[in-house]
């Protein structure tokens, strides 16, 4: 940082949660016609930023999330297209983050690119920002991602992700995939559990791992204030236990994006319910969905 720059002080108490009753682009019955913006991007706070995919430009329309620090950004996960035409992910990041540097300004600021685990509509973006200046993308996958963060020589480690006195931690979560990690933001209180804890599928490919992890994660936030768990993805409707088709690209009865720690708690209780035989069932918030 230049001097004279204002330091934003991020070590401000407890986090308290903000609401986020927000009416997410949600596809629509035609999507040749459909007229929503190929990302939707909310504010949560003026250093935190929720976006969200088109439905109509990829059924997954997930959810990525670009957080500010003192010295740099992080933009976590890159989305399910590739092509910066059907989806400006890129740009869209540079006008946030111009925007921020107007009303924050100081030099050398950069941009960090990480992602909550290697599935492709999670990390097709990731070209859009190989060329970019002042940024560092860092893969996906466990030779990468996991050395980066040093759970390669210790996977039960809590990484730190200084953004500059915005402090995340990193947590190895794998279950989902054996790189998934999830991100802790203590300005905001925020757990982003990308495809390990969200309103749908919960797509399991090692049950005993998975099993390890949500443990991890409700011992982990019993020590931490957790105002919000938000994963990548909705997929159930407002009707407990009943979800969307697969490959929706209209849901307009989709229940909030975020859940709480009292869903840690129900998803162990449903593993504990159905034992050491994975079997695919619906809960109300969610459907536990072991790989065959």
Known sequence: MAAGDALIDFDGGTPRPRTLDVRWIHGSPSAKHNTDPDIQGHGYDEHTFILRQNMA???????????????????????????????PLRRTVDELMADWLERHPRDGYRLLV??????????AGDAQFTD???TTVVGAQPAEAWDHFGFTDDPDAVAPVDLGGRVLE?????????AAVTFYDPWTGILFTGDTVYPGRLYI????????????LIEFSDRRPVTHVLGCHIEMTRQPGVDYPIRTTYQPDEPPLQM???????IRAAIEEIGDRPVRRAFPDFILWPND
């Open 205 to 216: 490919e090692d049950w005993p791992a998975f099993t390890r992890t949500v443990d991890r």
């Open 114 to 123: 990480l992602h909550t685990h290697p599935h492709g509509d999670h990390t």
């Open 260 to 266: 709480t720690t009292r869903h840690l708690h129900d």
């Open 170 to 178: 990193c947590l190895a979560t794998p279950g989902h995939h054996k």
């Open 132 to 134: 970019r200046p002042d």
């Open 57 to 87: 430009v990829d059924y997954e329309a997930p959810f990525l999330f670009l957080l500010f620090g003192n010295t740099r950004a992080v933009l976590i996960d890159t989305g399910a297209t590739a092509s910066a035409e059907f989806f």
